[in-house]
């Protein structure tokens, strides 16, 4: 079985650029999750997207945007970098016999993005 | 907004001794999760607890509910120096999908 991937590890970026970090989920989940997560915070909740479609979504602006694929995997789009937006960005897959699932989710490693 | 409190936000122990977290959360839920997290890297899920349950247990892990104080507790027994990281607690956030996180414990295992 293998986990959730994320890609890539790190990246650095200035102000007004744009950046696309993508994750694979676990084999068999159909759920994908994006959170943010800045020092010493918890996780914030993105958005979430359950076979192929936006399944709800945080307190974040549009210019954050997602994807998700046949095969389930992911995008996360991120357009006029901000600092603030500098975090660690994590996926989260699970599976969901049903749209709203809150079940257990399954976490990758994480993107750094440093935004100077 | 976040829903999960934890108590404490930094907790130090020796090698050996047992490590009580808190959580607190405001609205009714059907679960509640425990994650940890090493050293800024992904979380990991630890224990999922249901709302008609009191009581979990894994491994060394022990996992309470409290639905009518909207509490729960998570006691890691013998620590290890390898218990070292951050825990979170997580409840779903209504008919989102989402999972919404506390601002999470610090556990320092001292050995």
């Known amino acids: 079985e293998t986990g959730v991937t994320q890609s890539p590890t790190h990246l650095i970026k200035t102000r007004g650029q744009q950046v696309t970090l993508r994750c694979s989920s676990q084999?068999?989940?159909?759920?994908v999750s994006w959170y943010q997560q800045a020092l010493g915070q918890g996780p914030q909740f993105i958005f979430q997207y359950y076979r192929e479609e936006e399944n709800g979504r945080g307190n974040f602006p549009p210019r954050f945007s997602g994807l998700q694929f046949p095969n389930y995997s992911s995008e996360l789009n991120v357009n006029a970098l901000e600092l603030d937006d500098s975090a660690l960005y994590l996926c989260a897959s699970s599976w969901g016999g049903q749209r709203y699932s809150s079940e257990t989710q399954y976490f990758g490693p994480g993107t750094r993005l440093l935004v100077l | 907004s976040q829903q999960g409190e934890e108590d404490p936000q930094a907790l130090s122990i020796q090698e050996g001794e047992n490590a009580t977290m808190n959580c607190s959360y405001k609205t009714s839920i059907n679960n509640l999760q425990w994650y940890r997290q090493n050293s800024g890297r992904g979380l990991v899920h630890l224990i999922l607890i249901r709302s008609n349950e009191r009581e979990k247990h894994s491994g060394r892990l022990r996992v309470t509910l409290d639905t009518s104080k909207k509490s729960s507790s998570l006691l890691i027994t013998a620590s290890r120096a390898a218990d070292t990281a951050s825990y979170f607690c997580?409840?779903?956030?209504?008919?989102?999908?989402?999972?919404?996180f506390g601002q999470g414990t610090t556990l320092q295992v001292k050995p």
């Open positions: 997580a409840t779903p956030g209504g008919n989102t999908g989402k999972l919404i």
């Open positions: 084999s068999g989940h159909n759920t």
